[in-house]
């Protein structure tokens, strides 16, 4: 049977070149019949023709815009916008003649076009287009198309395609109780090779009545598929931990400056988050406004502005509350709070309490697949996003002179100060940074989470989860913790759900903490206790 | 003996506890014995906002205890405020019987809504009152006790140890939003009939909820007053002044920190405990890390460190928030307290009471010395944290 | 080796060492009953850290140390060793500022720890007569109500050696007692040990040679964490090797 159809079908191609306007007339003369036999078969012979014009002429006859004119021996498509055009040739028909009657048609016409169709969408030159067609018969299990998928296979030269095109077979094979049990099995062994979800569910449609061999090898495949989709899944939860990981690194990150560098405890830290996002989006507004066609380049203009909104803020605060309350943590602890509270309110009284609307623009939106992960184009950017500015605050705290400077301050004040350091203003500036890379986060935040005067306070406990668990000053611990803590909530959450998973984590660092109270890569010896 | 140190000397105890006294009894007679049109009259919902903001001062006190003398500062006092409430919400709602929407004898309405078909086991008991009322304190006590164990075992110190606070409250919060933790989920515990087999709506409870509300304040106020009058205060005190200079002198420091801790989550759960029937609801948002840190600052107000000052910052701090909240000026609610957080520990350190009133009754042993006169005591609390030694 | 039967501290092989940093390496030391002894030696010799292995502070990597031959003190923690009856004096004066000075007496007195004990305490004759007996010998008797905050730096170091007579503990370990002492509170202070030491064991880390020479006991150098020598002053003072690494040329 598929000899035939492959032997019918390279006569049809070989054919094709030379006698393409040749087998185009035949069909179309067959419609001048107006019998619904000689129209159906006239279908499937347009689809196989290889005329350039062929798809045009069946979707016309689906659409019921062909019509014949038996007198003039003509058949025409009317266009889209009324006008008459030969289907043969495509040239315009000026003078419509009298006797112009649309082709009928009874359902077994309907089936043959869409059969047609669905046949020519196979052959179609545009490669995803095929895949498409592919990939539908594979979903619908259409064991009517067994032959044209055979057909398309033989000709098929994209990868891709004929793989679609080999798993719709099949799962039409396997479906079909006359194939030969080869095939079939055969079959099994290239849906198993397929290893998706699809697969699984094709496997367990084999059909009752099949022979146990049948039955036992597609039992057996879909064991393999699963326990190949169990990697593909733990893959997944831990790409989902390393992007939580990440987002916890970015709110975590410019704690561990004014925490861990500073000593000060700023619980506003959570709402230098959110005017990062508000600043996103005020500059969205903007865009929106001004230049539609700047949109893809917001999150680029947001980036600096957020870091300078953010960091001037930060500095005032320093400049006009904490400076007065240094070796005073608890108190520090009081007064961010407070601050945190109004920036909050002034948020809500600004832009209103509820959530704003910050777009992604294009680069950001969309999705893609490896294997069977399925990665976030948002996510990934986020996580660069925030590596790189792991990797600028490393090198900013190594090589510029205000690093070298915060560096001295948090060994030794009084001794950097003696040293001419100007202390004070490290200070600022120190707080300033920290709060800066919150408005970055805000940023980066602003795209996967809501918008709102509340966005802060939600990461204001993860943040210090994530500062106290990985150790006070020191930027890789923040790293370290961030991720782990992202990976750990994500690995746990598919056993104890989310909340719970949540809650677990929280214990377990609150118990890490009677072990280890600084942290894990805490400093040792002397040097901590003065 | 007790009674005769306040009157004699420590007059802004006596002045403080006369008030209570005078309170609880002039509240409920004039909420009860003069009808509403009287000038004299107290309505019904006066009487249980006070007493609210009584249970607050209660809590309050609970918190000075062990920030104001022991350097401990908690952010996540609100959990056994709140466990001392749900404890008391769980005798309520048992107290219901079959009136609920639902009229099931035995189960309360969620767990009818969620098809439960028994009684979990952490809810037997809590139809018998003494029993609810010894888990009031028994449920903060206990889990106090072993947070405490180990977090001051293991030397956990200043804001470490408020940070891990406020984790315990945050777990707890999502804990209780959870339906699984069988106690009403998001909804919390409401729709209160009876206590004690008296009407919770009816003038005459409210009025002896609000006198038993005073009572208990000036209770916990003596029991307090007394404990930081003792040696064991003066211990405390060292601790959290010099905290490894103690453990050098022979004192368990982790034994007194959780002594006190325990004390104190007890009596912030009694303040729950009598916060939820007047309240009429106890659910989640109690143990919200915002509400602890709320405490925080009514004691900081008042003055820590002066017990006095705690209960009045708790009263003076709500009374604004609910004349604040109520009226047009409601949006501007959180300017204020965030304000207030901001200038009370920039401007104010001691609080209203420490700065404003004579310090000598109530910290006659712990006077501030000249020169120190601008730190604080949690100034001197980075001093313990640096001692703290690594192991 | 060593006999250990009047001892009162034994220290043997301690090493302690702090991010790779050999802070104490392989020190030995033998403390008897009713002995003072008096340890010197460069900064980074090692005295502090001694000091807070002695008291349970830090935990030794390795090595010895007994007290009264039975008690492994490495064992055990701060509150624990002190309870033995073991005080000590830190280099900074650390007293209870916020309490005054009988206050600070009171806390240090030897007598029962425990939560309870203290909680139901009340003031007795007893307590408060030996309170007196020790604000006489520490020349702070009319400070009795002041905050010890308020005292002045000499003051402070003597409320501390008060509050260790208070203590009564069988070793006093005193860090750096007279460091920015007048010549008279000096003199004073020296006074003070001498008279404790008559019915206590006492060790002394000092750096001023004048104070020790004062002193008049056993002196012990260290020198990067082990024991360089030991002797009499002028013993310890001829020794080439001391010369070299501290007393200077």
């Not at chain 1, 600043?279 to 865009?287: G, K, L, R």
């Not at chain 2, 315990?168 to 939003?177: E, G, I, K, M």
């Not at chain 2, 900081?300 to 000052?309: E, S």
Request: proline content about 4%.
């Amino acid at each position: 049977m598929r000899r035939l159809a492959t032997l019918l079908w390279l006569l049809a191609v070989l054919l094709a070149a030379p006698a393409t306007a040749a087998k185009l007339d035949e069909a179309l003369a067959r419609l001048l019949d107006d019998s619904y036999g000689e129209t159906a078969i006239a279908a499937g012979e347009i689809a196989t023709s290889g005329d350039a014009n062929a798809s045009a002429i069946l979707e016309a006859l689906a659409d019921n815009r062909l019509q014949f004119s038996a007198a003039q021996k003509l058949v025409a498509i009317t266009g889209k916008e009324g006008k008459l055009a030969n289907a043969a040739t495509g040239a315009v028909v000026t003078a419509p003649p009298a006797d112009l009657t649309p082709v009928r048609q009874n359902n077994r016409v309907r089936g043959a076009v869409q059969e047609a169709l669905g046949a020519m969408t196979l052959l179609s030159p545009d490669p995803a287009k095929r895949l498409d067609a592919a990939q539908s018969i594979f979903k619908s299990q259409d064991a009517t198309k067994l032959s044209q998928v055979e057909a398309a296979l033989d000709g098929e030269k994209d990868p891709r395609v004929s793989l679609a095109l080999e798993a719709a077979r099949a799962v039409i094979l396997l479906g079909k109780a006359d194939a030969p049990q080869t095939a079939r099995l055969a079959a099994v062994v290239t849906l198993k090779q397929r290893g998706d979800q699809s697969a699984i569910a094709a496997l367990r449609n084999v059909p009752a009545d099949a022979p146990a061999a049948l039955r036992d090898a597609a039992n057996r495949a879909v064991a393999d598929i699963e326990k190949g989709l169990a990697v593909w899944r733990i893959g997944q939860n831990v790409w989902y931990g390393l992007s939580l990981g990440s987002v916890l690194l970015l709110a975590a990150i410019g704690l561990a400056i004014t925490f861990g560098v500073m000593g000060v405890i700023n619980m506003a830290h959570g709402e230098m988050v959110m005017l990062g996002a508000y600043t996103t989006f005020v500059v969205q507004e903007v865009i929106r406004n001004a230049a539609p066609g700047l949109f893809d380049y917001s999150l680029a203009m947001a980036i600096p502005l957020a870091f300078l909104v953010a960091g001037a803020i930060g500095m005032a605060i320093e400049r006009t509350v904490i400076r007065f309350l240094y070796g005073r943590p608890l108190d520090t602890l009081l007064a961010t709070w407070g601050v945190s509270l109004i920036l909050q309110q002034a948020v809500r009284t600004w832009f209103g309490p509820t959530n704003r609307e910050v777009g992604a623009p294009n680069f950001m939106s969309g999705a893609f697949k490896i294997g069977e992960l399925v990665i976030t184009w948002n996510r990934l950017w986020i996580i660069v996003f925030a590596g790189l500015i792991f990797i600028g605050l490393l090198m900013a705290l190594k090589y510029t002179a205000l690093g070298l400077h915060m560096r001295a301050v948090t060994q030794n004040r009084r001794m950097a100060s003696s040293m001419g350091i100007p202390t004070a203003r490290v200070d600022a500036l120190t707080f300033g940074l920290g709060s800066g890379i919150a408005g970055l986060a805000g940023v980066a935040l602003s795209q996967i989470d809501n918008v709102s005067p509340n966005l802060g306070q939600g990461y204001i406990v993860d943040s210090f989860l994530v500062v106290v668990f990985g150790g006070v000053g020191n930027l890789w611990g923040t790293l370290v913790g961030a991720l782990s803590l992202g990976l750990a909530n994500k690995l746990l959450e598919p056993f104890a759900g989310a909340v719970l998973g949540k809650i677990i984590l929280l214990i377990a660092v609150i118990m890490f903490i009677q072990k280890r109270p600084r942290g894990m890569f805490a400093l040792k010896g002397r040097a901590v206790e003065t | 003996m007790i009674a005769r140190t306040f009157l004699t000397d420590d007059r802004r105890s006596a002045i403080f506890l006369g008030l209570l006294a005078i309170a609880a009894v002039v509240v409920p007679f004039c909420h009860l014995v003069f009808p509403p049109s009287s000038l004299l009259h107290i309505g019904t919902s006066s009487v249980a906002l006070w007493g609210k903001y009584l249970s607050f001062a209660i809590l309050a006190l609970s918190l000075d205890l062990i920030w104001g003398y022991a350097g401990i500062l908690s952010l996540g006092h609100g959990a056994f405020f709140a466990l001392g409430g749900y404890a008391m919400g769980m005798y309520l709602m048992r107290q219901i019987g079959s009136r609920g929407v639902y009229a099931n004898p035995l189960l309360p309405d969620f767990m009818v809504f969620l098809n439960w078909k028994e009684l979990p086991w952490y809810w037997w008991g809590f139809d018998i009152f003494p029993f609810a009322a010894l888990m009031v304190v028994l449920a903060p006590g206990i889990l106090a006790f072993v947070f405490g164990w180990f977090a001051f075992r293991s030397r956990v110190t200043g804001v470490y140890l408020s940070i891990i606070t406020q984790m315990l409250t945050y777990a707890l919060w999502l804990s209780f939003f959870r339906n699984d933790m069988g106690f009403g989920g998001n909804n919390g515990l409401t729709d209160f009939k009876d206590i004690l087999g008296f009407p919770v709506q009816a003038p005459a409870t409210r009025a002896a909820l609000f006198s038993i509300t005073a009572m208990t304040l000036m209770l916990c106020y003596i029991v307090a007053r007394y404990v930081v009058a003792s040696k064991l205060g003066k211990v405390l005190v060292a601790i959290r002044d010099a905290e490894s200079r103690t453990r050098f002198l022979g004192y368990r420091v982790d034994a007194y920190k959780t002594f006190l801790f325990t004390l104190s989550a007890a009596m912030a759960g009694i303040a729950g405990a009598l916060y939820v029937p007047q309240v009429g609801i106890i659910n989640p948002s109690e143990f919200h890390p915002a509400q602890s840190i709320e405490v925080v600052l009514w004691v900081a107000v008042g003055g820590r460190g002066t017990l006095v000052g705690a209960a009045l910052g708790a009263i003076l701090v709500n009374f604004a928030k609910t004349t604040f909240t109520s009226g047009i000026l409601a949006p501007y609610w959180l300017f204020v307290l965030g304000a207030l957080f901001v200038l009370v520990t920039r401007f104010l350190p001691n609080g209203i009471v420490g700065t404003f009133f004579d310090v000598a009754a109530d910290t006659r042993s712990a006077r501030r010395p000249a020169h120190a006169g601008s730190t604080s005591a949690s100034g001197r609390l980075r001093e313990a944290e640096s001692e703290a030694p690594l192991k | 080796m060593t006999d250990i039967t009047h001892s009162l501290l034994y220290l043997s092989g301690v090493e302690v060492s702090f991010d790779g940093f050999r802070a104490l390496n392989g020190l030995s030391l033998d403390i008897r009953h009713g002995e003072m002894r008096a340890i010197i030696g460069p900064n980074g010799a090692g005295k502090t850290t001694m000091m807070d292995v002695i008291t349970g502070k830090t935990r030794p990597d390795d090595g010895e140390v007994l007290f009264d031959r039975t008690n492994d003190l490495t064992k055990l923690d701060e509150a624990a060793i002190a309870n033995l009856g073991i005080g000590r004096k830190f280099q900074k004066p650390t007293v209870f500022e916020m309490h005054t000075v009988e206050d600070n007496l009171l806390l240090a007195l030897r007598g029962n720890r425990r939560v309870v004990h203290n909680l139901f305490w009340r003031r007795n004759a007893p307590d408060e007569g030996r309170i007196d007996q020790i604000l006489g010998t520490i020349r702070l008797g009319d400070h009795r109500a002041r905050a010890a905050g308020a005292l002045s730096h000499g003051q402070k170091q003597w409320l501390e050696i008060g509050m260790l007579i208070a203590q009564d503990p069988k070793l006093l370990l005193v860090d750096e007692p007279v460091a920015g002492m007048t010549d008279a509170e000096t003199e004073t202070t020296a006074d003070l040990l001498r008279e404790i030491a008559r019915d206590h064991s006492v060790i002394v880390v000092e750096h001023d040679m004048d104070f020790v020479r004062r002193l008049g006991v056993r002196v012990t150098v260290l020198h990067e964490g082990s024991v360089l020598a030991e002797g009499s002053l002028d013993q310890v003072s001829a020794n080439e090797r001391v010369i070299e690494v501290y007393l200077g040329r």
